[in-house]
């Protein structure tokens, strides 16, 4: 059974940085790729980022999100820095529909989404 469960959510202040997680169960990373997503209130959901294990194995995008992985843990990672306010929301996880990002992927392409993470960046 394929599950993806997020974690590492948490309040922090402005300027800080988190590392969120999501461990895979029931496939291997090399299958499908790992979208990231977020949603704040009253907001879609949107997409932040993209992982897999054939393209590279750290990714940065806009500069302040960097996405990794650990295949002993089979877990993949969000690092965010320098938080900022805007950046709160509930961030998921969710699987790709083949083993490699693509930028025409759709969110309602995605599977296997996690229950979600919570961000607050607040002072």
């Known amino acids: 059974q394929v599950q993806l469960v997020e974690s590492g959510g948490d309040l922090v202040q402005p300027g800080g940085s988190l590392r969120l997680s999501c461990a895979a169960s029931?496939?291997?990373?090399?299958?499908?790729?790992i979208g990231w997503f977020r949603q704040a209130p009253g907001k879609e959901r949107e997409k932040v980022s993209c992982?897999?294990?054939?393209?590279t194995d750290s990714k940065t995008v806009k500069g302040r999100f960097t996405t990794s992985s650990d295949a002993a843990k089979n877990t993949v990672y969000l690092q965010i820095d320098s938080l900022k306010p805007e950046d709160t929301a509930v961030y998921y996880c969710?699987?790709?529909?083949?083993?490699?990002?693509?930028?025409?992927?759709?969110?309602?392409?995605?599977?296997?989404w996690g229950q979600g993470t919570q961000v607050t960046v607040s002072s």
């Open positions: 992982f897999d294990t054939r393209t």
């Open positions: 969710a699987t790709a529909p083949g083993a490699r990002c693509r930028s025409y992927y759709a969110i309602e392409d995605f599977n296997s």
């Open positions: 029931g496939f291997s990373l090399d299958y499908y790729a």
